[in-house]
């Protein structure tokens, strides 16, 4: 069974959908990747799921139970099953506080362990994130990019929760910093049997860390398979389109980017995108059904556990 799950979720935001009907699930122990432009609505998704941000519409559950928004012993109850690690460490830790300060505020506030034990309990979640004992007594200011977000992800993880967000986690961070915290999330979400949501535009990563993947555009899900099942055999254009503009360290006239290649900028979200494929204008393979008939998310005949919202799904080329 899922542990979180989104069913029609959509947030308005005055004339803008943000997220549009979203229905999708994360299991236990399970990392679902979220990629998408910037501008798409993934981390307006990400944050309704952990309880930031409420849903215009729509429905979220958490281990088989409804969550109430207006709930107040329910929300404070969520607020440790689940937890998020933001884009930018620095804007997300107060610079006022030392970090010994940072880490143990959760702790305090949910009571995780005893007063006494606190400060040991801050060490042994530094540690555990590859940080020294000894910075406790420091600022944020005082580190560096990489260091300061294992510092966010220490403070995430204090409360033991059974489901993160990872929004963005590695796009400030330099390429050899990256790695080490993805395979800090891994580590984590191995350890502790956590669902995971890692939002990014970084297909390597998603590739690394994800065992299924969801494709996001204009507020709504697009694409959703299993990791090797969507970048081996993509079944929308837009999908293919974001695998063919990764840079390849070869190109051949063989491995060319096909005419999928995305060349506009993705159109501004509004309330209604009509009756038809939100991504016709942009797509080479559109034809008149598309901008007559909105396709709906289903599942692809030869691809078990692959799903795609377009009308071509079966006939796409793949020339990844």
Same mark, same amino acid.
């Given at each position: 069974?899922?542990?979180?799950e ?25 990392t ?12 307006t998704?990400?944050?309704?799921l952990?309880?930031?941000?409420t ?5 979220i559950?958490f ?9 107040p ?8 099953e689940r ?14 506080w ?10 305090r ?8 034990e ?14 020294? +004992? $000894? ?8 580190f560096?990019? /990489?260091? #300061?977000q294992r510092?966010?992800? @220490?403070? =995430?993880l204090?409360v ?51 065992s299924?993947?969801?494709?996001m555009?204009l ?13 081996t ?12 503009a990764?840079p ?14 995305? +060349? $506009?900028e993705?159109?501004?979200l509004?309330?209604?995108l009509?009756? /038809?494929? #939100?991504?016709?204008?942009r797509? @080479?393979? =559109?034809?008149?059904?598309?901008a007559e008939?909105?396709p ?5 005949d030869?691809l078990?556990?692959h799903?795609?919202a377009?009308?071509?799904a ?7």
């Amino acid at each position: 069974m899922a542990l979180v799950e989104a069913r029609g979720v959509s947030k308005l935001y005055s004339l803008v959908r943000a997220v549009d009907k979203v229905t999708l699930s994360v299991g236990t122990g399970e990392t679902l990747g979220l990629v998408g432009e910037s501008g798409c609505g993934k981390t307006t998704l990400g944050r309704c799921l952990v309880g930031l941000t409420t849903p215009s519409s729509g429905e979220i559950y958490f281990d088989g139970n409804q969550v109430a928004p207006d709930d107040p012993g329910q929300r404070r109850r969520l607020c440790r099953e689940r937890q998020i690690v933001f884009q930018d460490p620095y804007a997300s830790l107060d610079p006022r506080w030392r970090i010994e300060d940072i880490v143990e505020e959760p702790l305090r506030v949910h009571n995780i362990v005893p007063p006494s034990e606190r400060h040991a309990e801050v060490v042994r979640l530094l540690t555990s994130v590859g940080l020294s +004992a $000894d910075i406790t007594n420091h600022y944020p200011h005082e580190f560096s990019g /990489g260091q #300061r977000q294992r510092i966010g992800i @220490a403070r =995430a993880l204090a409360v033991r929760p059974r489901f993160l967000v990872a929004d963005e986690p590695v796009s400030a961070l330099d390429v050899s910093i990256r790695a080490q915290i993805l395979n800090l999330l891994s580590e984590a979400q191995r350890d502790r049997q956590l669902a995971m949501l890692f939002i990014t535009h970084d297909l390597g990563a998603v590739r690394h860390i994800s065992s299924r993947v969801a494709v996001m555009y204009l507020g709504a899900i697009i694409e959703e398979s299993p990791t090797e099942g969507l970048f081996t055999s993509p079944r929308h254009p837009y999908t293919l389109a974001l695998l063919n503009a990764v840079p390849q360290p070869r190109v051949t006239q063989a491995s060319r980017p096909s005419p999928s290649t995305l +060349a $506009d900028e993705m159109p501004a979200l509004v309330p209604t995108l009509g009756l /038809g494929c #939100r991504f016709r204008a942009r797509c @080479a393979f =559109a034809q008149k059904i598309c901008a007559e008939s909105q396709p709906p998310l289903t599942e692809v005949d030869d691809l078990p556990g692959h799903k795609s919202a377009c009308h071509f799904a079966q006939q796409l080329p793949v020339t990844v």
